[in-house]
């Protein structure tokens, strides 16, 4: 068991009692006049993004939306979602992020789930909305026109006094279930979570950070906590901009990058046909993890940049931050545990493992968040309490090891670890001995089923028996997969993650 040294109090103030509109108003006392955000229709300094997140509050304010209750955003990457957030939470009202990407099956269970008192849509998006609630829905671009009205008219000016342990979001997991859950996230947790990862990133004024990922992904959402703090610039783009990724990069001189191996492949694939030269100076990755080989291809293409590998659950937001290039001394490592929390690796008995060996990664600390949203029993089973202190565990249902210098290594979920011929092995050890092959640029393994053996999935110009006689250079007889099959692609999930259910699927309607 590992406990991380406590992180340190902001000066002048108590990190306990900070709400994350507090955040906000130390950016804008400090840099009223900076860069805040920009989307692709201009940028906001932080005092108007302030003066926007306001007007919203007032906005909610004047509609009867009361403490607590649910505002439901299924808004992509811009401006107005960041005011509507801060906005929100400042009312003492809920922000439930959703994905533009969720379809309706998963759409309507966590509309009917979160119970909001008003939904908010994007363009044609509304109408599918209005047909999936008896809420009141609102489109955009009208009800900003009455937002920018109350700008100047003093109606803002007052609100409700906020609680660090009001609820803040209401974060929907991706749906590795048959329906998406939401986590319950009051705001000194996320204040906590946000500020640890700050002590060990440390994203400066003069960074500009580039969001690709949605921000109604955890991780995409974060990076505005995080810019918030620094009084750094955030640059939102979304996904039908992504070919355009690069030019976004040079334009705004992007020094941040938050990827998922998707983006990140993306982006390497932009700068080999683009020689100029990027002021990128860090890439983080969590999520999904980036394999040694695109890291190595990421330090190549943008030298001037160290990447960060981290860990995390939305349960808790982040477990393990590796120090910027810190891969380089620990190859594999995700990193120790946040500043202030403790990583333990645990038995099927609950005990703490010894260094070397695989268990669940459990975790505690302040960032743990308050549980699932009306959902007890999910709640009880991963957020124990211990039955002297009280202080809560969260069994994460994740599998790794640690060092004896307390760095995590992550190998998988449950469904990633399997036995094939009596040989204990991880879906991602597979993967990577994959993607080690020169002409390989992305796998999937998926582990043994009802009716089919272990297959890999790869995009690559070689042919398929040759991926396989080249994995048996690298992987123990067991570990080699029976069949590898080429694909152009690997499905995604909205958030960028390879969809395995999808190709677990495809494997299963086969041998039916």
Request: hydrophobic share 45%; aromatic share 6%.
């Amino acid at each position: 068991m590992v406990t991380a040294i406590e992180t340190p109090t902001p000066s002048g103030s108590d990190a306990a009692d900070v709400t994350v509109g507090d955040l906000l108003a130390a950016a804008v006392a400090a840099r009223p006049d900076s860069p805040a955000v920009s989307d692709r229709a201009g940028t906001w300094t932080y005092a108007e993004l302030d003066a926007y997140s306001r007007a919203f509050a007032a906005w909610l304010d004047a509609r009867g939306v009361r403490r607590g209750e649910r505002v439901l955003a299924r808004v992509g990457n811009t401006r107005q979602f960041v005011a509507m957030l801060f906005g929100t939470l400042r009312h003492g009202a809920v922000f439930v992020p959703v994905n533009p990407a969720m379809k309706s099956f998963h759409l309507k269970s966590v509309t009917a789930d979160s119970d909001p008192v008003l939904v908010i849509g994007q363009g044609e998006d509304t109408a599918l909305l209005a047909g999936l609630t008896d809420r009141p829905v609102r489109e955009l671009g009208a009800l900003w026109a009455e937002v920018e009205a109350l700008l100047g008219t003093g109606r803002d000016a007052a609100g409700p006094v906020v609680s660090p342990d009001d609820l803040g979001l209401l974060i929907y997991t991706s749906g590795s279930t048959s329906a998406p859950k939401a986590v319950v996230s009051p705001h000194r947790p996320i204040v906590f979570a946000a500020r640890a990862i700050q002590a060990v990133l440390g994203y400066r004024p003069d960074d500009v950070v580039l969001v690709a990922i949605p921000l109604s992904f955890d991780y995409g959402l974060y990076q505005v906590f995080l810019s918030v703090i620094a009084g750094a610039q955030v640059v939102l783009t979304e996904p039908d901009r992504h070919l355009r990724l690069l030019s976004t990069l040079h334009d705004h001189g992007v020094t941040i990058v938050p990827v998922v191996p998707s983006l990140a492949e993306m982006l390497l694939r932009l700068a080999g046909r683009d020689k100029r030269t990027a002021a990128v100076r860090l890439f983080t990755n969590t999520g999904a993890a980036l394999t040694a080989p695109v890291i190595e291809a990421l330090r190549r293409t943008f030298p001037a940049a160290q990447v960060s590998p981290m860990f995390g659950t939305t349960e808790c937001k982040r477990i393990t931050v590796l120090t910027p290039d810190g891969d380089l001394a620990k190859p594999g490592s995700v990193g120790p545990a946040l500043p202030g929390t403790e990583v333990m690796i645990l038995d099927e008995d609950g005990r703490a493992l010894p260094p070397g060996e695989i268990g669940e990664i459990a975790v505690r600390g302040p960032h743990v968040m308050a549980g699932y949203w009306r959902a007890p029993e999910i709640t009880a089973q991963r957020f124990r309490p211990d039955p002297v202190t009280g202080e809560v565990t969260l069994h994460t249902g994740d599998y790794g090891h640690m060092d004896t210098d307390g760095h995590v290594y992550f190998q998988g979920r449950r469904d990633d670890l399997f036995k094939r011929r009596g040989v204990r092995m991880s879906s991602l050890e597979i993967e990577s001995a994959a993607l080690d092959i020169e002409g390989v640029e992305a796998a999937a393994a998926i582990p043994p089923g009802d009716g089919f053996d272990l297959t890999l999935f790869a995009v690559t110009s070689l042919d398929p028996n040759e991926v396989v006689e080249r994995l048996k250079d690298r992987l123990e007889d067991a570990k080699v997969p029976a069949e590898c099959r080429v694909l152009d692609a690997l499905p995604l999930t909205p958030n960028g993650k390879t969809d395995r259910r999808a190709l677990r699927g495809r494997l299963t309607d086969e041998a039916a």
